[in-house]
């Protein structure tokens, strides 16, 4: 016997996210900078249902540092994540929004 198979809805069920080439270009210059400063030195990526992941590492056999994660909304669109373990720093609409976190805050020296 046979089974007949939906495929249109078969797709838009597993649909995976993924990174988009200026999303992950975006990335790696965040992190290239970071590693030339000496804070990060390895990088995962990782994807899931529904989520894509990039990890970075101060050693390479250490505990992530931060995550910045790209999840499909329930009600369509994309939502960035940034997490240090488990705990969520940052929230964002956008991929700038949720980098915004790393940018560096001048303090005056006196």
Known sequence: ??????LKSYRTSRRQVFFQKDELRRLMNLYSSR???GEWKDYAIDFGQGMATFTVFKHTFDAPLYSMVKIRR???GEEWLVFSGKERLKRSGS?????AYFDKKLTVVR
């Open 35 to 37: 590693v030339m400063t």
């Open 95 to 99: 991929l700038e929004g949720a980098l």
């Open 1 to 6: 016997m046979t089974t007949l198979v939906d």
């Open 74 to 76: 329930r009600t369509g």
